[in-house]
């Protein structure tokens, strides 16, 4: 059975500046898949785990796995241009096709279960209208995300809600509080 190789950085900056690079891209990713999505945007949030946002209607099941695969291509071919390519690598990892297949699928994994696990959630219990902006605060407030309302936003809160965003995140902040 062949050994492989040990694992040495080359260069901490190098390393750091490639990591920042392939996180940035697959957030960039993800909000260009959620820009490419033209349904009305209630609001958005910033928080721990990226960027998120909040639609009214439940997008298709293809719309649904393109949103979870994209991020994931994107990652994939981040990860194998800066580790495996003539670009100088922070890296040194051997060119074996096995170890290749396992730090791309490892880096995947890392940028990509939780989209993953949405997707197979939207999948699997559709949810739309009102129930779908609930859960969704819920979420996001459990996540200590900031959630900003569009006016579009508001002005739904108001009519399907009688309230203002304050009072609603409010009322999740105090369940979240409790559990």
């Not at 071919?77 to 490892?106: C, D, G, Q």
């Not at 009519?159 to 965003?165: A, D, K, L, Q």
Request: net charge neutral; with cysteine.
């Amino acid at each position: 059975m062949p050994v492989i190789a040990s694992l040495y950085v080359t260069s901490i900056p190098r390393l750091v500046a490639y990591v920042l690079i392939w996180i940035i891209l697959v957030e960039c990713a993800r909000i260009l898949v959620r820009v490419y999505r033209n349904d009305p945007l209630v609001g958005w949030a910033v928080g721990p785990l990226g960027v998120s946002t909040l639609y009214l209607s439940e997008p298709s099941p293809v719309f649904i796995l393109f949103s979870a695969l994209f991020p994931a291509i994107v990652s994939a071919f981040v990860l194998y241009i800066e580790l495996f390519t003539a670009i100088p690598s922070p890296l040194s990892l051997p060119h074996n096709p096995l170890i290749e297949i396992l730090v791309i699928t490892i880096g995947v994994l890392i940028t990509s279960t939780i989209d993953f696990f949405d997707a197979m959630r939207d999948l699997r219990y559709p949810l739309w209208g009102e129930a779908r902006i609930l859960r969704n605060i819920q979420l996001l407030r459990a996540s200590w995300a900031s959630i900003h309302f569009t006016p579009f936003g508001l002005t739904y809160l108001r009519e399907h809600f009688g309230s203002n965003p304050t009072d609603l995140l409010q009322l999740f902040s105090n369940k979240v509080s409790h559990l």
